[in-house]
């Protein structure tokens, strides 16, 4: 089968989309079926850098559009990038035909991409399949970028059933966005539910303090409480950054970001602002290196705003537990990733505003023998070994998408 991706990040950036897109189309290719991905010529995070043109990457197919390359400077500065990569992309659809390719993979990433592959799928007649990885334009909403009730929202609302609603397919995260979904008009026939699956190619088994990034970065032998991956606005790191002031003086215990957005700049006011010399910053890692970096922390954090249920789903829980690290998660209540922590025993959970409860938590998560510590996160990563592998998990999407 000849399969498009449509997506603005792809190898080798190191974004979680990309890296799922990637892994996702190698599977494809593995398994006799011939895959080609449009894409942006810049990466995600760092547009000084531009890639080339065209690439075949394991057999898969990449072709890289031209877009404006401003940066995240400001919110007009990421508007023209993002429609002068829809400009390019959607002159590009326009020349293939029906015989290009059978099948057209979208995402949510970024917002509307999908309605230009959707349009295209109907005049060409080729099937489009929905990667839903959030929910606009309620996780705008929710996050105070867009008024509810607004011009704008009633417009991406109107854009989003059409692609929800004329899609051959759509791939949901968790069970509270898949029913979002149905209520947005998705066929109850065209939507799966499935989780996404740890992106690393291995895990560190070593000795907590022979970790490579561990001793590169100078973290010794301090606790290291770590948030890695993409800071948008969606992510909520008051709570966490505030539980970093509380433990100021307690210098055992460090605060490491890994990864950037527009986020970044508010971890660094904060540390800042407060001198604060138990907050480290890094910036994204390559994913051959991400073993290491993740399997140099003690304890994974995961957030989920709050209203941001069935809008969003924060992948790095997985990764997470496949590591067999503990999980800090901070966010509601009622969501999938307490449905999980629920039947595992030792982690942390808070709600947003519990900066106090948090530091209280981990100090007392901290209190206990290495050994208990290093037994929940076995834990973890049996549940995860058992219900989110990944070979199981790419093959129910490759299975989704196939049909």
Known sequence: MKILFITQVFYPDTVSVSQHLTDLAKKLVDDGHDVTVYTSCYPYEEKTLRYSNSEIFQRVKIKRLWQSSFGKSSTLTRLLDFFTFYFSISIKLLFINRNSFDVIVGTTVPPLLSLVGVIISKLRGIKFHYWVMDLQPELSISSGLIKEGSISAKFFTKLGNYVIRNSA???????????????????????????????????????????????????????????????????????????????????????????????????????????????????????????????????????????????????????????????????????????????????????????????????????????????????????????????????????????
């Not at 001793?215 to 709570?239: C, K, P, W």
């Open 169 to 403: 397919g759509i791939i949901s995260l968790d069970r509270f966005m898949t029913q979002y979904l149905y209520s947005r008009g998705a066929n109850m026939d065209s939507v799966s539910t499935i989780a996404v699956w740890p992106v690393m190619e291995e895990i560190y088994k070593g000795n907590r303090m022979s970790n490579p990034f561990r001793i590169e970065n100078n973290f010794g032998d301090r606790v290291v409480i770590m948030y890695s991956g993409n800071h948008a606005y969606v992510h909520q790191l008051d709570t966490l950054l505030e539980a970093a002031l509380i433990l100021k003086e307690k210098s055992r215990f460090l605060f490491v970001f890994v990864g950037g957005g527009v986020r970044k700049r508010d971890v660094t006011q904060h540390k800042i602002k407060h001198n604060l010399e138990n907050i480290i910053q890094l910036p994204f890692q390559p994913r051959e290196d991400i073993h290491n970096s993740l399997g140099s922390s003690d304890i994974q954090v995961v957030i989920l705003g709050n209203g941001q249920v069935g809008f969003t789903h924060p992948n790095k829980v997985y990764g997470a537990m496949y590591i067999g690290k503990p999980i800090l998660y901070i966010g509601p209540t009622e969501s999938h990733v307490a449905d999980l922590l629920n039947d595992l025993e030792g982690n942390i959970s808070v709600q947003h505003g519990e900066s106090k409860i948090l530091a209280n938590k981990i100090e007392l998560l901290f209190s206990k023998s290495w050994d208990e510590i290093i037994n929940i996160g076995e834990n973890n990563l049996t549940y995860a070994n058992n219900n989110f592998h990944p070979d199981v998990l790419k093959q129910k999407m490759i299975d989704a998408i196939i049909g």
